[in-house]
Structures are given as structure tokens and as C-alpha cells.
């Protein structure tokens, strides 16, 4: 049925969500009754049950009435003042608590609850900072992992340029930046007075020294970090809850302040069932985060192995859930256009990567991509 009223031009402009097209290409595929099974590596979502623990947590804490009512805007205190610890624990801050009961030893930390705010997943977090710092009219930096500070003589370049937006570990393209380039980016924002935002969705699955969870930054350690950055974080990959949509927003309680506003619309709270069932959870959660980063560290190898088999396929970068491919053989007309692949390693088991490396050979001849 035709609609009798206009659709917003920006809406109208912006692609369908690519996902179910992928699930549909998924189902069609199926429906031809293939020899061979589908290899599903299109989405970015994490394989594994929640925790046991979360499950158990999530039961309680929905039967109990009381969750069923709106809760505070920002996010239940418990659950701030747990993200705040863990973060301080990940990013080695001063004043975390090494029992992890979040009392600090330190007095004074430099990240407390005041700057966590809880938001109806990462999403969410994005969106109303974007109402909160963007007026129309303005614009947002998204450097790619190749451009250079120093190539940004300023960020507005003539446009009204509002915040850098750094997704690391990245999706697409599963890149990581190292510290030093986020810093750069950190005193090129500063000195042009914009927000720093870094999408830190997959800060958990950052790889350290010795098997240990990595330091994504050090941007927190800085005495005024919160006059510049901001970090977005979600709930959804590390504790393998997309569902329940729960993601964080930390900046300082002058921003927080206007988020607070902009949530008041939008969402009032965060689903507060997941909220009250991790809060506590939080702390006995770290040896599971590490073993699901490393579980995904190996799976990123096999894929390098597994792609590095296979003529003319390379992986151009991998890290967080993601490995783009680039396809640089001879040939294969219906690739040229669009060169790269990316494949999502964190929903599949290690088998499914294997099977990848004669499935592309296969798609290799189909093509006709065989260089000669
Ligand atoms: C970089 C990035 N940010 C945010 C999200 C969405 O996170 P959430 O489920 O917390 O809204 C995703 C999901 O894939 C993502 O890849």
C-alpha cells in the first residue's frame, strides 16, 4: 500500500539494513537444497550462551516486579559503579580495587560513576551524543585507519566539524589502533576544541602481553581526560547479551548531564532486568571476557592460515570479530567493483573457518579468477 505521507529524504537516502539481506541470500541458498553447508561468517555476533551465571542472573532479576518499573535514567548505580571499576581494572587506572569488591584503594580515581552513563546498547549511546554535540548543519571526522593527524592540518577543513569518531578494534575492517595514534588523535581534537569519540565495542577482545586482555589506550590516565573524550561501550559482544541491549557511554558528568536530557526522550532507562542482573556479576565475569578474547585470538590465526592458503585471497587487517579479505587476483569481473569481503570470525567455530579455504578455491574457479 502506497503511503500518503512523505518519508524524511535522509531516511529515504540511507541503505536497508544489510544484515537481513545477508539472511535472506542465506535462506535462498538453503531452500536450493546445496551439496555443501552454509558457511555463515556475515555478522558480528558472538557464538556462545551468555555466561551461566548471567543466565541465572537475567531469570531473577525478571521475575522480580520491581525491574518491571522505569528505573534511573543513567543507568542503576550498582551497574555504573561496576563498568567504572572494570574499567579502571582494564585501562590500569589508579584507584581499583585489585579484590574488585570497587572500593578503591586509591581515594580519588580518575574514572568513578559519575562518568557512566548506561544506554539501550552502544547504538544508543552513539546516537544521542550525535543529538547532543551535532546541530544540523555539522559534521563528524571518521578517519579511516590510514589517515594521518598531521594530514588533518584542522578537523573542520571549512565545515563545522563537531567530533572525531575512532572505532577501535574496528568494524569493518577489524584494525586496531595502537595508543600512540589514538593519542594523536586525542591532542589534535583537544587543540581544536571537538570531542574525541572512540566506539570501544570491542575493547574486550583487544589482545595484551602474555595472553592477558590488552590496553586499548591511555587516554583515561590523563588528569582532564573527560574535557575531550568520550568512549562508547557495549554490553553486547563481550558478555554475549546483544539482545538484551545494554551499552555505556563514559565522559565527564558535564556532558552526562545532557545525555541525561536526550535519554529522558528516548529511552528513559536502559532495559534494567540485565542491568541488575550484572551489576554484581561484573567482577567474577573477567575470566571469561579473557577467555572468549583469546578463544577469538586463535580463530584469527586459523583465518590468516586458512585465507594465506588460498591463491590471490589476503586478509588486509583483522582483530575485535572482524578480517577483511582482499581479493586480488586476475580476473573475476563481478568482484572488481567491490574488492573486499568481510567476514565476521566470532559466530562460527574453528570448523567452519577450516571449510573456508576450499569453499574460496571453489569460488576461485566459479569465477573464473585462476590467475594465468
Ligand atoms: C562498532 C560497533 N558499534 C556499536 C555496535 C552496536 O552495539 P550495541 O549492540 O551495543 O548497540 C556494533 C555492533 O555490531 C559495532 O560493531
Not at 159 to 186: A, C, D, F, Q
Request: charged content about 15%; overall charge neutral; glycine content about 10%.
Amino acid at each position: 500500500m502506497a503511503l500518503n505521507f512523505a518519508i524524511a529524504p535522509a531516511v529515504e537516502g540511507t541503505n536497508s539494513p544489510p544484515i537481513p539481506k545477508a539472511q535472506a541470500w542465506a535462506r535462498s541458498y538453503l531452500s536450493g537444497s546445496p551439496s555443501l553447508p552454509l558457511l555463515d561468517l556475515s555478522q558480528g555476533v558472538p557464538r556462545d550462551a551468555p555466561h551461566p551465571a548471567v543466565l541465572s542472573s537475567l531469570a531473577d532479576a525478571s521475575s522480580d516486579p520491581s525491574s518491571a518499573r522505569y528505573g534511573p535514567i543513567l543507568g542503576e548505580p550498582t551497574l555504573r559503579e561496576a563498568v567504572a571499576e572494570e574499567i579502571r581494572v582494564q585501562y590500569g587506572l589508579q584507584g581499583h580495587a585489585p579484590n574488585g569488591n570497587g572500593h578503591g584503594e586509591d581515594p580519588k580515581p580518575t574514572l568513578t560513576a559519575e562518568n557512566v552513563g548506561i544506554t539501550t546498547g552502544c547504538n544508543m549511546a552513539f546516537l544521542t551524543l550525535l543529538m547532543a554535540l551535532c546541530p544540523p548543519g555539522s559534521s563528524v571526522l571518521l578517519p579511516s585507519q590510514h589517515t594521518s593527524t598531521t594530514r588533518c592540518v584542522s578537523p573542520s577543513n571549512g565545515k563545522s566539524v563537531r567530533m572525531i569518531v575512532l572505532i577501535t578494534p574496528n568494524n569493518p575492517t577489524g584494525s586496531v589502533m595502537p595508543p600512540k595514534v589514538i593519542r594523536e588523535w586525542y591532542h589534535l581534537a583537544r587543540e581544536f576544541g571537538v570531542a574525541l569519540v572512540l566506539d570501544e565495542t570491542y575493547r574486550d577482545f583487544v589482545e595484551g602481553k602474555g595472553g592477558q586482555r590488552g590496553k586499548p589506550h591511555d587516554l583515561f590516565g590523563l588528569e582532564d581526560w573527560g574535557s575531550t573524550l568520550v568512549s562508547l561501550g557495549s554490553f553486547s559482544k563481550g558478555y554475549r547479551i546483544p539482545g538484551h541491549r545494554l551499552g555505556s557511554i563514559i565522559a565527564a558528568p558535564a556532558l552526562l548531564k545532557h545525555i541525561t536530557t536526550i535519554c529522558d526522550c528516548m529511552q528513559i532507562c536502559a532495559p534494567r532486568p540485565p542491568q541488575i542482573a550484572l551489576g554484581p556479576l561484573l567482577p567474577t565475569l573477567r575470566p571469561d571476557l579473557l577467555s572468549s578474547s583469546s578463544a577469538l585470538s586463535s580463530r584469527r590465526h586459523l583465518f590468516h592460515k586458512t585465507i594465506g592458503s588460498v591463491p590471490g585471497w589476503s586478509v588486509a587487517s583483522s582483530g575485535g570479530f572482524f578480517a577483511p579479505v582482499w581479493e586480488g587476483l586476475k580476473g573475476g569481473e563481478q568482484l572488481q567493483e567491490d574488492r573486499w569481503l568481510r567476514f565476521a570470525v566470532a559466530n562460527v567455530d574453528d570448523e567452519v573457518v577450516v571449510q573456508l579455504g576450499p569453499r574460496l578455491r571453489r569460488m576461485n574457479e566459479l569465477m573464473g579468477m585462476i590467475d594465468d
